[in-house]
């Protein structure tokens, strides 16, 4: 039988092994393909999740990576609020800036801003748009032709006595004025309305364009001067590990410690080093972010002249922050001015089957020269009665009556978002109040431990992995204050903005902060 021949059988289990490997090989494939694709998805979904907002509070203190910044300004502005419009030519000096200047500069230049007030422009001309339906049309004319006939060249093949084939040329002058006029027009009339709600709704949304640059600007401006206490802890960090790195040097060439002790100062000396390397890269970008969202500009510097400031805040009761928020937040302003724009346009879509009156005339001269020229009127009205439009108006009647679902519909979410934003603030001032305590307090804890763990070096009770350790202990306590006390301002912004009085709240709190 052919399965006993051994060629034949070797041919077969060889062909088995071949399909074998070439198996695993693309199973091998697909594997790196499918764990490439997962990480790439990741790092995406990562990114994407780490730039989605910005001014998120600081959530805790943790020991900082000296390779690595997690400062709250690696997180990026995105949006037309991250942009703006230069003003101006960089000066050679360097430009004081305080926390009111950087907001008055982003409430000037801030791209978002601007291209809101385009939109309300827009919205403006739309509005006119509408209005020029109900409005008189007048236009003016000045006609004067000659034209020579041909009979033949009309139709007329016989001749008439006394008449030519051929008459001209026949000169022809008129001019007068033209005059349209809707004198009834219910359908024209509720658009205009729904186009006046418009309008009011993108000036609303021109004013809470404004109070997001105000976060925008209030969160950049925050994160550069968390940037810059995180460079001046990083010296002073540095420093202390260059004084502790020399004294075990000097203690070991003595024969007081092992070598074990200056190495360990030594790695400790180049982290501090690393981390203020860093900090100043961080500081620096933080500080183009923020040029770039109130529009300095390019290559100007400046200097922040405003302290981080922490003042307990006094909130009002929830129930009077949340009808404020109603009454005041201009996007749920504006969204309610889209309810009614969407109400007036499905009104004017129903009134399509109402019936049309309209006038039009005319008043001018006529002659066969300006000379000999003479009065010439027409007036008429048109009343036009709609019967049967194929089914557009139907349409119409649906598409708006779809579009006015969906306006009350995010004004209902908008309203359900306002409450979640104006609790999640409260509670976030809450915390990061209590954050900024707790911090301060770890802060001269580390401090006392710090100086305690020197002595007991120096006094050579023990090694100097007790001073390390302290040492570390001490840059994670600055590190939970700073990131607190960003914190805490950030969720004084945001409750403001939530409240919707952004623009005023924020100069109030930090009224007395400038230097």
Not at 302 to 307: D, H
Not at 473 to 485: D, G, P, R, T, V
Request: charged letters at 20%.
């Amino acid at each position: 039988m052919d399965y006993l021949n051994p060629k034949k059988q070797w041919r077969h289990e060889r062909g088995l092994l071949s399909c074998l490997a070439f198996l695993c090989v693309l199973a091998s494939r697909l594997l790196l393909c499918s764990s490439a694709l997962g990480q790439a998805l990741t790092s995406g979904l990562t990114q994407q999740s780490g730039a989605s907002s910005y001014g998120s509070s600081a959530s805790g203190a943790s020991q900082s990576d000296s390779s690595q910044s997690n400062s709250p300004g690696s997180v990026i502005l995105q949006g037309p609020f991250s942009g703006s419009v230069p003003e101006g030519k960089a000066t050679a000096g360097v430009l004081p800036l305080s926390f009111k200047e950087a907001v008055n500069r982003g409430l000037r230049n801030n791209l978002g801003i601007l291209l809101q007030s385009d939109s309300t422009l827009t919205a403006r001309g739309e509005k006119w748009k509408e209005l020029s339906e109900l409005l008189p049309h007048v236009n003016a004319t000045v006609n004067e032709t000659v034209e020579q006939i041909d009979f033949a060249a009309l139709g007329f093949r016989f001749k008439i006595p006394g008449v030519p084939s051929v008459v001209g040329p026949i000169g022809v002058f008129q001019t007068g004025a033209y005059l349209t006029q809707s004198l009834f027009d219910y359908h024209a009339i509720e658009r205009k309305r729904g186009a006046s709600y418009t309008e009011k709704a993108a000036q609303y949304s021109l004013k809470n364009a404004r109070e997001l640059v105000v976060l925008a600007v209030g969160n950049a401006y925050l994160v550069a001067l968390s940037g810059a206490a995180r460079v001046t802890t990083a010296q002073a960090d540095q420093q202390t590990a260059q004084a502790l790195y020399d004294k075990a040097a000097d203690q070991q060439k003595a024969g007081v410690i092992p070598a074990i002790d200056a190495l360990r100062a030594h790695v400790e000396l180049q982290s501090r080093q690393q981390q203020l390397i860093v900090a100043r890269n961080d500081y620096a970008k933080q500080k183009l972010t923020l040029g770039r969202v109130i529009g300095l500009p390019p290559g100007q510097e400046f200097s922040l002249t405003t302290a981080a400031p922490y003042e307990p805040l006094a909130t009002a009761p929830l129930e009077d922050d949340l009808q404020r928020a109603y009454a005041s937040r201009p996007d749920y302003l504006a969204a309610a001015q889209q309810v009614r724009s969407a109400e007036e346009f499905r009104r004017a879509a129903t009134s399509e089957h109402y019936p049309t009156l309209d006038m039009a005339g005319d008043y001018g001269a006529a002659g066969i020269r300006p000379g000999s020229s003479h009065g010439v009127f027409t007036l008429g009205a048109t009343l036009n009665i709609p019967i049967f439009a194929g089914g557009k108006t139907h349409a119409d009647v649906i598409e708006a009556e779809a579009t006015l679902r969906q306006s009350r519909q995010q004004l209902e979410n908008l309203r359900g978002q306002i409450d979640y934003e104006v609790r999640s603030a409260r509670l976030d001032l809450n915390a990061a109040a209590d954050q900024v305590e707790v911090a301060r307090s770890s802060v001269d804890l580390a401090s006392q431990t710090l100086e305690q763990a020197r002595d007991r070096f120096a006094a050579g009770v023990t090694d100097n992995l007790e001073v390390v350790q302290a040492q570390e202990a001490l840059a994670a306590a600055n590190e939970s204050y700073i990131s607190s006390l960003y914190a805490h301002n950030v969720a004084k912004i945001s409750l403001a903005e939530a409240v919707g009085f952004a623009e005023e709240g924020v100069k109030q709190y930090l009224q007395n902060q400038d230097k």
